[in-house]
């Protein structure tokens, strides 16, 4: 199957900085990519779907100034969580899929540790 | 409201049992299901959706629309069969996926 690669696997920074999460299709174009978050033994909330080239679309609840995404080629994504509080930790998964959407790849997760 | 609910947050049976993970929704409209399954240390993977009709390593999945539900089943569960399995809902029109609370399950020997 597809392989979907986030970078970095985990990461652990001061509050009040900012860190870049990267969400790569490495094998095919990923017209859609959606980016998760899971708290420990609770469900992957969707937080926001970002197609290439245009703006992501945020879930509600989800501050889009806080939580920026970029989705500005075909394999590549980005979440960049500004100005992280202890709060902020969690686990943040991304996806994506291809033109024929008929199945949406996961990559390994990220777990950001604020401190 | 869509909503995905899995009322079992573990399972454990023993190897050769049958086994029943129930996942019930909430959408107003026609769904598109999926079982999602994450094993130990590895990244989520799509295991069976209900258009398919399809039988995956054993599991299969039924759209029962009266009930809004579609539980998984595998009628001999076997010990690798154990990890977290996720139920999904895609709304119609959408490529997201709503995701239930996962259910652990764990196959001993």
């Known amino acids: 199957g597809a392989v979907v690669s986030q970078h970095p696997s985990w990461v652990i920074c001061k509050s009040g900085t900012s860190v870049k999460i990267e969400c790569r299709s490495l094998?095919?174009?990923?017209?859609?990519m959606f980016w998760y978050r899971q708290f420990p033994k609770q469900s992957l909330m969707l937080m926001a779907t970002?197609?290439?080239?245009?703006?992501?679309?945020?879930e509600q609840g989800v501050e889009k100034d806080k939580f920026l995404i970029n989705h500005a080629s075909l394999t590549l994504s980005t979440l960049t969580v500004t100005s992280a509080h202890p709060e902020d930790s969690s686990f943040y998964i991304c996806?994506?899929?291809?033109?024929?959407?008929?199945?949406?790849?996961f990559g390994q997760g990220t777990r950001l540790t604020v401190v | 409201a869509q909503r995905v609910t899995q009322p079992e947050k573990l399972l454990s049976v023993f190897k050769g049992a049958p086994v029943e993970l129930k996942c019930n929704y909430s959408?107003?409209?026609?769904?598109?299901l999926f079982w999602y399954v994450q094993y130990s240390r590895q990244r989520l993977q799509l295991l069976l959706r209900h258009i398919s009709r399809e039988s995956i390593k054993g599991f299969t999945a039924d759209l029962n629309k009266g009930e809004t539900s579609f539980h998984l089943k595998k009628p001999f569960a076997q010990e690798e069969d154990s990890a977290m399995y996720y139920c999904a809902l895609r709304p119609g029109a959408t490529n997201k996926l709503i995701f239930g609370t996962g259910t652990l399950l764990a196959v001993q020997p």
């Open positions: 094998d095919f174009q990923a017209t859609t």
């Open positions: 996806s994506a899929t291809g033109p024929s959407n008929t199945e949406a790849f």
């Open positions: 959408y107003s409209g026609s769904p598109e």
């Open positions: 970002s197609n290439e080239g245009s703006k992501a679309t945020y």
